[in-house]
């Protein structure tokens, strides 16, 4: 260190015991709060500050009576994987800051996060660079010569947002005006301004690394005899200096106020005293767990034919209302457009089950339309998103940043229809049309049809004639460009139209200013319920009580697109031909039960194979299975007998009844209510026991595959359900016709009788799956049963089989001082670039080349694609183990289908 430089004392042991007594202060001195959607909020004398930004946070405050903070402590890593939320969602609280306080949000970051999140708001804010403006290209060819819809009516996108983006009360609207930064830097680069009370935390931070580092070179071998603590605390000042693991990072927010980063926590010293301390796991500053409730619904949606239902209806300064979000429903089937985070949740609460919703729409890339759908793609199997090309850029680059996933990868973990403006988009039996709307940022609108009936969509947007008007005179719109935004189409059946603060939104008086008869038909949204009333507009309220139904005749196939549906998001049938999809239509029997009624009973023959169109239903073992079967205690005494499970007896142990845990006969009569009956079964403990299971899942093939069909199990209707069933010589069709489908069938089966569900539910990541994403996953499960120090992966060698341990202890051989504590029940182990280098060559080697010129190109393709990733570590068995294992094939294409569990493995081998 320089000689010069400001030193701490480091001599006394007396005051590394005061500084590590700072350390472990535990009662804040300062209210601190939990936020219900996220974030840690802690005053201070410098003003509140948040650590963590998750959606719609600023709510919170707002809703507790809290100031909106003006400084904001960015997370380490700004996107949580496992919940699929954006950390770090500045914008907001940017805006609120600046338009209604007139001053800058303070964010606190190291200086390279302040390069990224600069990034994030230059897209948001800027709007996209001129070259990923897509607009001349998102006409078609053939698009009407003049209207609405031509290409002369196309918007120029750089001029509009440059419009947006004028100084407004002579304040300029940039990125450097809303959003300013304070640096975590080097603790040793600013000790002549740190608190006393700081520099003691610092002090004791220092000595413990290095007390911990002096242990582990004792630990490895080095002669370390004879020193002491206070030797050790003789090097903790030259340590400040070292730019090393032993730095400590501190941001001072103005004279008072120091934030000191102590790695899996923050320390807040506020006037010379240690007042606060927030640990910095994203998991502490995780939605409440009642945002996060995925409980079964009292009753199932039965969504209308054509109609809205609002998710919902306000905008990001409302504390009382959600951002404006709602499902579009077309023959039953439901596409999201803008979801609103934690939108599965508010779905499920709604009784909207996920295999409802087929698509997404993304209107613009502003965080209260696109923060939840990212969520939603992680948190469900692979779903559709459709937008334009230049808004599809922009989302992807955005959280291509956020998540620090490049742009290649982000574009495996879902399906996407680019629209062009104008044309016919064919959807769920009805079509969509999309159009450019006015806002800050490139944005869509649209208008759908079913059976001649009509709907549109204004999106964000400025409406006001005169105001447009005004724009083409200016120069910001060309004439066909304001003639098409006049132009909206106010005639149809049902016009869904945002209302809020000009010029970004549509002023209220515009829209009184509409004739009656379009009034009549009108609704609004972006907008608080407090000003829809005042402005005598009937708003869009949200849930699904108040939806919008636009009456059509009943389609003569809805059953049959039903099922057909049903059919495309279910892994056993998702790759039937179009016979086999007929076959299936004319051989299956629609069923409905209602709440409470039996749809099977343990110890019945069993005469039929049932799948879950909607609703939910529990699936539990009779008296005689007891908690559910043993395969793996199965397994070991057919393999020391030398023969296969014996399934007539399996079939016979299993028959039973319901055990006295169960809700009682009462309660689980055809009449009872949804409500009743749910009540009892929550009451009865019989929730946590049983299986449920909901829409696209498949029961009762246990018994046809026996050779003596007995139910196994009672199926008991939890909410009202529609299912198809087959009976045993459709089911056999079934298994004769696809090949493949028996073995796989009686795989599931079998693994369905183990405890296979307990080893799923102890996984942090498969516990979160929906029933039929954890049918998919045992469906591709197989027993096996090892002995301690069986070698399941070798160093240096290939990875072909994924793990999920049962019972007993794994542990990688190399790394068994690192880790110490092995690995139990629940551990799924798995190895993403070793199997799928080898399924890339193995792609390579299947092509048959046709030309010398195809050869060059496969030639030129074996070079690009990277050698064969093989193992760095060797998993072995420390004890007996029981355990669950999947073919690289099998779980490749599972996670091609779980884009949110694959995101969880890609940089990891374990997954607890």
Not at 453 to 461: G, R
Not at 804 to 809: K, M, N, P, V
Request: hydrophobic content about 40%; glycine content about 6%; charged content about 20%.
């Amino acid at each position: 260190p320089d000689e010069g430089a400001p030193k701490l004392c480091t001599s006394k042991r007396l005051r590394k015991e005061h500084a590590l007594s700072a350390l472990d202060f535990t009662d804040a001195k300062v209210p601190v709060h939990q936020l219900p959607r996220g974030g840690i909020y802690v005053q201070t004398s410098s003003g509140p500050i948040q650590f963590g930004i998750p959606p719609e946070s600023i709510k919170d405050s707002m809703k507790l009576g809290l100031e909106v903070p003006v400084h904001y402590v960015v997370p380490k890593e700004r996107f949580n994987l496992k919940l699929g939320i954006n950390m770090c969602e500045v914008e907001f609280p940017a805006y609120f800051n600046f338009f209604l306080r007139q001053c800058s949000v303070n964010l606190v970051a190291t200086p390279e996060v302040e390069t990224v999140v600069r990034k994030v708001i230059d897209e948001t804010l800027e709007g996209p660079n001129s070259k990923f403006l897509y607009v001349d290209e998102e006409y078609p060819e053939n698009s009407e010569p003049t209207g609405r819809f031509s290409f002369a009516a196309r918007p120029d996108h750089v001029k509009e947002i440059n419009f947006f983006k004028e100084p407004r009360d002579g304040r300029e609207i940039s990125t450097n005006s809303l959003v300013q930064f304070t640096h975590f830097l080097p603790a040793s680069s600013q000790l002549s301004h740190l608190t006393e009370a700081a520099k003691l935390v610092v002090e004791a931070l220092v000595c413990k690394r290095s007390t911990s580092a002096h242990d582990s070179d004792a630990m490895a071998g080095s002669n370390s005899e004879g020193t002491t603590c206070c030797e050790v605390g003789d090097k903790v000042s030259s340590s400040l200096h070292d730019p090393e693991d032993l730095q400590v990072l501190v941001a001072v927010l103005g004279q008072n106020v120091e934030i000191i980063d102590c790695g899996e926590e923050y320390v807040i010293v506020d006037k010379g005293e240690v007042v606060a301390r927030v640990q910095s796991f994203l998991s502490a500053w995780a939605p409440a767990p009642q945002i996060l409730d995925n409980s079964i619904p009292k009753a199932v949606t039965d969504p209308p034919q054509f109609g809205v239902t609002v998710l919902g209806s306000s905008h990001g300064f409302d504390p009382n209302g959600s951002t404006s979000g709602f499902v579009l429903w077309m023959h039953k089937k439901g596409i999201m457009v803008d979801p609103p985070p934690n939108a599965t949740e508010i779905l499920q609460a709604s009784g909207i089950i996920p295999s409802m919703i087929t698509g997404i729409i993304l209107t613009h890339c502003h965080a209260d339309h696109d923060a939840g759908a990212f969520q939603k793609i992680l948190k469900e199997g692979r779903i559709t998103l459709i937008t334009t090309q230049t808004i599809f850029s922009s989302f992807i680059r955005k959280y291509s940043i956020i998540s620090g996933f490049a742009e290649p990868f982000l574009l495996r973990l879902f399906e996407h229809r680019i629209v062009k403006i104008g044309e016919h988009v064919h959807w769920g039996g009805g079509t969509l049309r999309f159009f450019y709307s006015l806002h800050a940022l490139p944005c869509i609108g649209f208008e759908a049809t079913v059976a001649g009936k009509t709907f549109a969509y204004s999106a964000d947007t400025f409406y006001e004639p005169e105001g447009l008007r005004r724009l083409r005179d200016s120069g910001y719109l060309s004439p066909e460009r304001c003639d098409a935004l006049i132009g909206f189409p106010w005639h149809y059946d049902v016009v869904l139209h945002e209302a809020g603060i000009p010029p970004i939104h549509t002023p209220v008086t515009a829209l009184q200013a509409l004739p009656e008869p379009v009034r009549e038909n009108l609704y609004i949204i972006h907008i608080t319920e407090a000003k829809a009333e005042e402005s005598g507009l009937r708003l869009a309220r949200s849930g699904v009580e108040n939806t919008i139904v636009i009456n059509t005749p009943q389609h003569e196939h809805a059953t049959s697109a039903a099922i057909l549906q049903m059919l495309r998001g279910t892994d056993i049938f998702r790759h039937f031909t179009i016979s086999q999809a007929s076959d299936l239509l004319q051989l299956c029997q629609h069923c409905t039960y209602e709440p409470g009624e039996f749809i099977c009973r343990a110890g019945e023959v069993g005469t039929h194979f049932f799948v879950i169109l909607s609703g939910f239903c529990t699936v539990r073992l009779g008296d005689a299975a007891g908690e559910g079967q043993d395969l793996h205690e199965e397994y070991r005494l057919a393999r020391a007998q030398s023969k296969l499970l014996d399934r007539e007896s399996h079939s016979a142990r299993s028959s039973g009844k319901l055990t006295p845990r169960s809700p009682s006969a009462a309660s689980l009569t055809s009449n009872a209510s949804a409500e009743t009956f749910l009540s009892a079964f929550s009451e009865s403990g019989y929730e946590n026991q049983a299986k449920v299971f909901g829409a696209g899942d498949y029961l009762g093939e246990l018994a046809l595959l026996s050779e003596k069909s007995v139910r196994s199990a009672d199926i008991v209707a939890i909410t009202k359900l529609a299912l198809i069933k087959l009976d045993q010589h459709a089911f056999r069709y079934l298994l004769d016709t696809t090949p493949g489908l028996q073995y796989r069938m009686e795989r599931l089966s079998q693994i369905r009788c183990s405890l296979s569900w307990k080893a799923i539910g102890a996984n942090s990541v498969f516990s979160r799956l929906r029933s039929t994403q954890r049918s998919q996953l045992q469906s591709i499960m197989q027993v096996q049963h090892v002995k301690r120090g069986t070698k399941l992966w070798r160093r240096d060698s290939p990875v072909t089989t994924a793990f999920l341990l049962a019972s007993g202890q794994l542990e990688f051989l190399e790394m068994k001082e690192e880790l110490q504590t092995p690995f139990r029940a629940g551990a799924f182990f798995c190895n993403i670039s070793s199997m799928m280098t080898q399924f890339h060559q193995q792609q390579l080697g299947l092509e048959s080349p046709t030309s010398s010129n195809d050869a060059r190109r496969q030639s030129r393709s074996k070079k690009r694609v990277a050698k064969i990733v093989n193992s760095r570590v060797t998993l072995v068995a420390r004890t007996d183990c029981d355990l669950y294992y999947i073919e690289a094939d099998e779980i490749l294409e599972f996670l091609d289908q779980n884009p949110g569990v694959f995101i969880q493995l890609i940089d990891s081998l374990v997954m607890e």
